[in-house]
């Protein structure tokens, strides 16, 4: 187990089609706001909008970032998707688990500091 206490977050995006996710997922990676991102495909979103229930079909993004870089990475999406109300929900990492060895984590924290700074 590695211990971050909040130094990286995972940030979630749901979005209509696959080519808008793969367009919105490689700015933020040209723009460093994001180190790695899994588009999720064959999400079901149920909500409420003008009083109707609504259920879309959507992908999801689940993105791996910097804590510090999510307030960059919120005013890009908001800017960028074609959602005229977007959701973007993000989580600080405490601990997570990798079989690899440590080098090839210190190899790909550094990496990612690089990319998201």
Same mark, same amino acid.
């Given at each position: 187990m590695s211990n971050f206490a909040g130094i990286f977050s995972i940030v979630y995006v749901t979005i209509k089609?696959?080519?808008y996710a793969s367009t919105l997922s490689r700015g933020l990676i040209e723009h460093k706001l994001?180190?790695?991102?899994?588009?999720?495909?064959?999400?079901?979103?149920? %909500?409420?909008?003008?009083?109707?229930?609504?259920?879309?079909?959507?992908?999801?993004?689940?993105?791996?970032?910097?804590?510090?870089?999510v307030p960059a990475l919120t005013q890009y999406v908001k800017e960028h998707?074609? %959602?005229?109300?977007?959701?973007v929900i993000s989580v600080p990492i405490r601990k997570y688990h990798r079989s690899i060895k440590e080098k090839q984590?210190?190899?790909?924290?550094k990496i990612f =500091? =690089?990319?998201?700074?």
């Open positions: 089609t696959g080519e994001a180190a790695c991102i899994n588009i999720i495909k064959n999400v079901k979103s149920i %909500y409420k909008w003008d009083n109707s229930i609504v259920e879309d079909d959507e992908h999801l993004l689940m993105i791996k970032t910097r804590t510090d870089t998707h074609p %959602y005229k109300v977007c959701e984590i210190n190899l790909k924290l =500091f =690089f990319f998201t700074k």
